[in-house]
């Protein structure tokens, strides 16, 4: 049993930057990933990030260039640091997690990961 907290949200005008944290606890093994998702109301729930144990990364197409993705692993921590954000990057932003490889389940979509976390609301307006 994996339990996982998002933290970080906020509202931000246009062009801002904000840094997203997810703490995980219960009985993660070495071979695991951690996952971003995001979803804005009325739409499906969309991959932004992913790395793996073995800090293998993969990036969304429309955040790709604006997000980074980094790990604590002494922690069991994942950041999302948020640069240039938009008012489409408006959502709730999950981080899940999965005893697998980003290579293996990320790409799967939301259906890939088998533990969540509640959410952390991001705004993006003037």
């Known amino acids: 049993q994996v339990q996982l907290v998002e933290s970080g949200g906020g509202s931000v005008q246009p062009g801002g930057?904000?840094?997203l944290s997810c703490t995980a606890s219960g009985r993660l093994v070495d071979a695991y990933a951690i996952g971003w998702f995001r979803q804005a109301p009325g739409k499906e729930r969309e991959g932004i990030s992913c790395i793996s144990d073995d800090d293998d990364i993969y990036y969304g197409d429309s955040v790709k260039g604006r997000f980074t993705i980094s790990r604590d692993n002494a922690k069991k921590m994942v950041h999302l640091q948020m640069h240039?954000?938009?008012?489409?990057d408006t959502?709730?932003?999950?981080c899940a997690?999965?005893?697998d490889s980003c290579f293996n389940s990320f790409q799967k979509g939301p259906n890939g990961m088998d533990f969540w976390g509640r959410g952390?609301?991001?705004t993006v307006s003037s």
Do not use: C, F, M, N
């Open 84 to 88: 240039g954000l938009k008012p489409e």
């Open 97 to 99: 997690a999965v005893i």
């Open 120 to 122: 952390t609301l991001v």
């Open 91 to 94: 959502a709730v932003y999950y």
């Open 17 to 19: 930057s904000l840094r």
